[in-house]
C-alpha cells in the first residue's frame, strides 16, 4: 500500500534550480533510501515533505488524500515527521519537555504533569535507553541519546511516515547499531520511513527500496537487492564527466613552494608532512572530519598547530607562530570550504570582496582609488566568467556559484603563489564547477602550487597530478593519481583495517 | 541557461531598486516629519523658520556627534552603551579642568581624551577579555557614570566665561558663522568620517569586520587591533560630545544625558544601521539624529507633553527598522 506519493516536484532558489522532477513513493511499512551526490536535492525535497517550503510544482499524497503542507504544523497533523541532520530539540529543556513539545495535556493552559509523564514515557519505553530519563536535560545527553529523543517526539505526535536526514552521520558505530535495530522495530509496527545517505552500504544495511537524486531529479527507483553498488554510483555521478575537466599537462617543476613537515593540530590533526611544488596541483582525499580542514586552518594560521616546521619559498618556520597576515605575505592563499560562513560578506559589494586581501593595488597612503578598484574587480570578473550587473552589487545578490568564482577571484587579485582550496566547487552549479576547474588548471600552468582537498573523488582524479589522502587525522605520503585507483582512495580514507565487524563501518564512510 | 541570466537580471533589478529605498528612506523619513508638523502647526512658518531651524540643528550636535562614532562601532557588528555616561564623564573632566585654569583648548582636548579612553577600554575589554560588547559596554556604563559622580564629588561643577561655552548656542558670535559653531563641527568631522569609511582601506575592513567577521579575520585583517580602534576612535566623538553637552548647559554635570546611548542608537537604526553589522552610512546616521530632533521640536512646538514625545519616537524606530527588514527579506529570496 503506498502511503505517501509525490509526482514531478520542482522547486527553484533564485537562480539555482533545486528540485527539478522528483517522483518518488513510499509503501507502509518499508524503508525507502534517498540517495545522491551533495547539492542533489534531497535536502529540499524532505523540507518540503515537512512542509518548511513549498514545491513550485508537482502534486503530493498521503494514503491516496492530497497533500499540500503550507507549515510544519499541517505536515504533523497528516502523520509526517522529519528527524533534521541536526537534532531541532530545545537543550534547555527536559527529555519529557521535548518529547512533548506542542502537545502537551494540559487543561486550561495547565501541564497535566501526570498525562504528561504517561504520555511520554509511552513512546519512551521502546527504547530501553539507559541514559534517558524524563527529568533530565536534553543539553547532557549524548548525540545519539539526544537522537532517540528526537525519534520519541514523532512518534509521540503519532507519526507514521518518518523522514530521516542523514541519521548516522554524527553517531559511533554502537549507536548506529542500535539506531538501525530502532528503525526494524519501527518498520515491524507499520511506520514507513525514508531514509536520507550517500554511505551506500549503509542504505543496503537498513532499506528496502532507494530511488535516487540527481541534480534535484529522480533518475531510478526499485529494490535495492537488485541492483548493485557501481550502478548505483553510475546512476548518483552520471553526468558528462568527460569535458567537465580541463587538459592539463601534467608536469610540474621540482621546486617546491611549501613544504609542510610534521604537522599537528590535536584532537583532529595527527600528522601530516608533504610538498607541494610548483606548478602542481596535490589532491587531499578523506572523510569529512578526518582533520582535512584542520590542516589547511593549521597552515594558514586560522587554528593554532602543536607543533610541525613550514618552508615556504625556501623560507623555514614554525609552524604554531603562523598567522592568516604571515601567511598572506607569504604568498599563500585560502578558500574555506564554508562559503557564507568564512568566505564571502555578503552584505559587502563584489569590488571589496574581492580586493580585500590586497587593497594596496588600488589605493595609496591608505586612500581607497575607488574606480581602480572597480577596473581591477571587473577584469577578475571576466576572467572568471562572473554573472554580475556590475562590481558595486553585494556578493548577497549573486548565485552560490558565481559567490564562489568572487571567492577564487579575491585569490588571483591576491595573486597567491599558493593555493589552498578546501571544498573550492561545493555547492555550486556544474556550469560554475567548470569554469572554476579551468582557473585552477591556468594556476598550476602559471606554475602556482595548488593544494585541492575534495570530497568528490572525480574531482581529484580529473584535476590532481598527485593525491595524499586524511585519515583519522593522518595524511599519507602523496602518489601520482596513476598509482591510485578510486577504491584504493577510499580504502585508505577508512584506514585499511578491514575486518568483517566494520562492514558496517567501511559502508558508512564512502562518500561516493 | 537563457532562464538563469534572466532571473539574475531580475534580481539585479530588485538590488538596485533597494539600494536607493536604503538610500532615500531616511530623507523621506526626515521629509514627512517636517512636513506634518508644518501641516499641524498654526503658524507653519515659524516651524519652518531659520531661526527654528538653528534651535533645531543646535540641539541635534551632542546626539549627531555621538552618531557618528555609534555608527562606525555599528557597522563593525559592535554596540556600545556606554555612550551617555561617557558623555557624561568626558564633560566633568572638560569642566574640571576650565574650572582649574587650564587652556580652553586643552581642556576640550583632555575631555576628548577621555571618551577616547574609555572607549579603548571597551574594546581592550571585548577583544582581550572576549566579553560580549554588550555586556562589556553596560559595566562600563555603571563604571564612567560613577566616575563621573566621584570625580565631580556629586556636584555640578561651574565653568569660567570661555568660548567653550559658545560651541552649541542657538546665535553664533560672530554671526556670520550663522549657525553654532558646534554644528559646523559635527558636519565637518561628519564628512570626514563618511569620507574615511567609504574610501579608505581602515574603512572597508570596518565594514568587512561588521559583514563577516570570520571572512575578515581569513583576509588577514587584524581584527581585534581593528576592534580596539574602532571602540577608541568612537571614543573620541562621544568625548566631544560630551564637551559640547557640556557647552550647552554651561556647567559640568555629572547626571546628565542618561539614556543618550538609546538616542545614539536609534539615530544610527533610523539611518539604515543594522545591529548586525556591516550596514549603516554616517549620512543615514545624521538624517536619523534630525528626524528625532525635527520630532522632538514638532512635538515642543505643538505644545504635546513630553510622554507624547517620547511615543512617536519608540514607534520610529520600530517603523524604520521593519522597513529594513522588509526590504532585506525582498532581496533574499
Redesign the interface.
Known amino acids: 500500500m503506498t502511503v505517501l506519493a509525490l509526482s514531478d516536484i520542482a522547486r527553484r532558489f533564485?537562480?539555482t534550480i533545486a528540485l527539478d522532477g522528483v517522483n518518488l513513493e513510499l509503501r507502509r511499512g518499508e524503508v525507502h533510501a534517498l540517495i545522491g551526490e551533495n547539492g542533489a536535492g534531497k535536502s529540499t525535497l524532505m523540507n518540503i515533505l515537512a512542509g518548511s517550503l513549498q514545491p513550485d510544482r508537482g502534486t503530493m499524497s498521503v494514503k491516496g488524500q492530497a497533500y499540500s503542507p503550507t507549515s510544519p504544523v499541517d505536515a504533523r497533523e497528516r502523520g509526517i515527521a522529519l528527524i533534521h541532520q541536526e537534532l531541532s530539540l530545545v537543550p534547555h529543556l527536559t527529555v519529557m519537555e521535548n518529547i512533548l513539545m506542542g502537545l502537551e495535556p494540559a487543561r486550561w493552559g495547565w501541564l497535566n504533569r501526570e498525562a504528561a509523564r504517561r504520555k511520554s514515557l509511552a513512546v519512551l519505553e521502546n527504547f530501553h535507553h539507559p541514559d534517558i530519563r524524563l527529568d533530565r536535560r536534553v543539553a547532557d545527553l549524548s548525540i545519539a541519546a539526544r537522537q532517540v529523543v528526537e525519534i520519541c517526539r514523532a512518534l509521540a505526535a503519532q507519526a507514521d511516515i518518518i523522514l530521516m536526514d542523514e541519521p548516522t552521520s554524527s553517531l559511533q558505530r554502537d549507536d548506529v547499531t542500535h539506531l538501525f535495530a530502532l528503525i526494524r522495530r519501527l518498520r515491524s509496527n507499520g511506520i514507513s520511513i525514508i531514509y536520507i545517505s550517500h554511505f551506500l552500504e549503509e542504505v543496503r544495511e537498513i532499506a528496502d527500496r532507494y530511488t535516487v537524486l540527481r541534480d534535484g531529479q529522480s533518475v531510478s527507483t526499485g529494490a535495492l537487492a537488485s541492483v548493485t553498488n557501481s550502478e548505483l554510483i553510475v546512476q548518483m555521478v552520471g553526468r558528462p564527466v568527460d569535458n567537465l575537466f580541463p587538459t592539463r599537462v601534467r608536469s610540474p617543476a621540482d621546486r617546491v613552494l611549501l613544504r609542510v613537515r610534521d604537522l599537528s593540530a590535536p584532537p583532529h590533526l595527527q600528522h601530516a608532512s608533504f610538498d607541494l611544488r610548483a606548478g602542481e596541483i596535490l589532491g587531499v582525499a578523506g572523510l569529512m572530519g578526518s582533520g582535512r580542514t584542520e590542516m589547511v586552518r593549521a597552515i594558514?594560521g586560522?587554528d593554532p598547530a602543536q607543533s610541525g616546521t613550514f618552508q615556504v619559498r625556501g623560507k623555514a618556520f614554525k609552524a604554531h607562530g603562523s598567522s592568516?597576515?604571515l601567511?598572506?605575505?607569504q604568498g599563500l592563499g585560502?578558500l574555506?570550504e564554508?562559503r557564507k560562513?568564512?568566505?564571502?560578506?555578503?552584505?559587502?559589494s563584489i569590488a571589496?570582496n574581492t580586493t580585500?586581501?590586497r587593497?594596496?593595488s588600488c589605493?595609496r597612503w591608505?586612500?581607497?582609488d575607488?574606480s581602480a578598484q572597480r577596473k581591477q574587480t571587473e577584469a577578475r570578473m571576466r576572467q572568471l566568467g562572473v554573472?554580475?550587473?556590475n562590481p558595486l552589487?553585494?556578493a548577497?545578490?549573486l548565485?552560490g556559484g558565481n559567490q564562489q568564482k568572487i571567492v577564487l577571484a579575491?585569490l588571483l587579485h591576491q595573486d597567491a603563489n599558493v593555493l589552498l582550496l578546501d571544498e573550492p566547487t561545493r555547492g555550486i552549479d556544474i556550469g560554475s564547477k567548470a569554469q572554476i576547474y579551468e582557473v585552477i588548471a591556468r594556476c598550476a600552468a602559471e606554475q602556482k602550487g595548488v593544494l585541492m582537498v575534495s570530497s568528490y573523488l572525480p574531482e581529484l582524479f580529473g584535476m590532481c597530478d598527485r593525491i595524499a589522502v586524511m585519515s583519522r587525522g593522518r595524511l599519507t605520503p602523496a602518489r601520482t593519481v596513476a598509482e591510485w585507483t578510486p577504491e584504493m582512495v577510499m580504502l585508505a580514507a577508512i584506514g585499511g583495517e578491514e575486518t568483517p565487524g566494520t562492514a558496517v563501518d567501511l559502508g558508512r564512510q564512502l562518500r561516493v | 541557461m537563457v532562464a538563469e541570466t534572466k532571473t539574475e537580471r531580475e534580481s539585479t533589478r530588485s538590488t538596485f531598486q533597494n539600494v536607493w529605498l536604503a538610500r532615500l528612506g531616511p530623507f523621506i523619513g526626515l521629509f514627512l516629519v517636517i512636513a506634518v508638523f508644518a501641516l499641524l502647526t498654526e503658524s507653519p512658518a515659524r516651524y519652518l523658520s531659520p531661526f527654528n531651524l538653528r534651535i533645531v540643528l543646535a540641539q541635534t550636535v551632542t546626539v549627531a556627534l555621538g552618531a557618528i562614532g555609534m555608527t562606525m562601532i555599528i557597522v563593525s557588528g559592535g554596540i556600545d552603551l556606554s555612550v551617555g555616561s561617557s558623555i557624561a564623564l568626558s564633560g566633568v573632566v572638560t569642566a574640571l579642568m576650565l574650572r582649574a585654569g587650564y587652556p580652553p583648548i586643552v581642556s576640550v582636548v583632555t575631555g576628548m581624551f577621555v571618551g577616547g579612553l574609555v572607549g579603548f577600554v571597551n574594546g581592550t575589554v571585548i577583544t582581550r577579555l572576549r566579553v560580549v560588547p554588550f555586556i562589556a559596554t553596560l559595566g562600563m556604563l555603571g563604571i564612567a557614570r560613577g566616575a563621573a559622580k566621584w570625580i565631580a564629588g556629586q556636584q555640578t561643577v561651574n565653568v569660567p566665561q570661555t568660548w567653550v561655552n559658545e560651541l552649541a548656542v542657538t546665535f553664533p558670535t560672530p554671526s556670520w558663522l550663522l549657525l553654532a559653531p558646534g554644528v559646523w563641527i559635527a558636519l565637518l568631522l561628519s564628512i570626514m568620517t563618511a569620507v574615511i569609511l567609504r574610501n579608505t582601506i581602515f574603512g572597508r575592513h570596518v565594514f568587512a569586520l561588521g559583514s563577516n567577521e570570520a571572512a575578515a579575520l581569513a583576509c588577514g585583517i587584524p581584527v581585534r587591533r581593528l576592534k580596539v580602534w574602532i571602540y577608541s576612535l568612537a571614543g573620541l566623538y562621544f568625548g566631544l560630545a560630551g564637551v559640547t553637552q557640556m557647552s550647552r548647559l554651561r556647567q559640568g554635570d555629572p547626571t546628565v544625558a542618561v539614556g543618550a546611548e538609546l538616542d545614539v542608537i536609534a539615530a544610527v537604526v533610523i539611518g539604515g544601521g543594522t545591529l548586525s553589522g556591516g550596514e549603516g552610512s554616517i549620512l543615514g546616521s545624521m538624517i536619523g539624529a534630525l528626524i528625532m530632533a525635527f520630532l522632538r521640536n514638532g512635538c515642543q512646538q505643538m505644545g504635546w507633553p513630553n510622554y507624547i514625545q517620547e511615543i512617536i519616537i519608540g514607534g520610529i524606530i520600530v517603523i524604520a527598522v521593519a522597513i529594513d527588514r522588509f526590504r532585506h527579506s525582498r532581496s533574499q529570496t
Open positions: 533564485g537562480p594558514f586560522l592568516p597576515p601567511q598572506l605575505s585560502y574555506s564554508d560562513g568564512e568566505g564571502i560578506a555578503l552584505s559587502l571589496d580585500m586581501t587593497f594596496s589605493s591608505g586612500w581607497l575607488r554573472k554580475a550587473r552589487q553585494p548577497r545578490a548565485s579575491r
